[in-house]
């Protein structure tokens, strides 16, 4: 199984998911885009449908390191419902295996208490779902494990701080040179 999944529901907010796929199989990072639907097919926010690389019964979640979860709605809302994904982000969590969410996913974060204590942003109108966090106004933000990000505008930023906490910073500059994308 991948080294990093990315997980995605109906209703996903497509750029801020690609955008964070490409930055890292850019780099080589074994990453998987895994649908919560039942389907192969998984259709954006923006009517935009994509193939995955498998479903979520097929993720060996002993072997991946790092969840990935995209917003968009009504993606976020089908993301934190799927049983499922919810248990295997709450025992991420217990092990501190890293946990990534950008837009209205931080929300679920801030639900489950994961980011007390904790820098954290997400898109405007959910930062008052990041329950106990110290919110932020910066596109991004790491805290220890978890790494949260504000909204498509800030999908790059995301996938190249994903990126360098997986690879280093010098292989997200790598990266974001390959791409002229200016930090």
């Known amino acids: 199984m991948s080294e990093v999944c990315m997980f995605f529901g109906t209703g996903y907010e497509e750029v801020e998911a690609l955008a964070v796929i490409d930055i890292l199989r850019r780099a080589e990072v074994d990453v998987s885009m895994v649908s919560i639907t039942g389907e192969r097919k998984v259709t954006g926010s923006h009517k935009i449908t994509v193939e995955m690389d498998c479903l979520i019964e097929e993720v060996d979640f002993d072997r991946t390191k790092m969840i990935l979860l995209p917003g968009g709605m ?3 809302i089908n993301l934190e419902k799927c049983d499922l994904l919810m248990t295997q982000l709450e ?3 217990e092990q501190k295996k890293a946990i990534g969410a950008i837009c209205a996913a931080p929300s679920i974060l801030g639900h489950k208490g994961m980011l007390k204590g904790r820098n954290a942003c997400s898109y405007p109108t959910f930062e008052s779902h990041l329950e106990g966090a110290k919110v932020s ?4 933000e790491i805290s220890d494990f978890i790494i949260t990000a504000r909204g498509m505008g800030c999908a ?3 996938g190249l701080a994903v990126l360098s906490y997986l690879r ?3 292989e997200a500059d790598k990266v974001a040179e390959g791409i002229v994308y200016r930090r």
């Open 74 to 76: 009504p993606g976020t």
């Open 91 to 93: 025992r991420f969590y």
């Open 137 to 140: 106004k910066n596109p991004c």
């Open 156 to 158: 790059i930023d995301f």
């Open 168 to 170: 280093g910073r010098e």
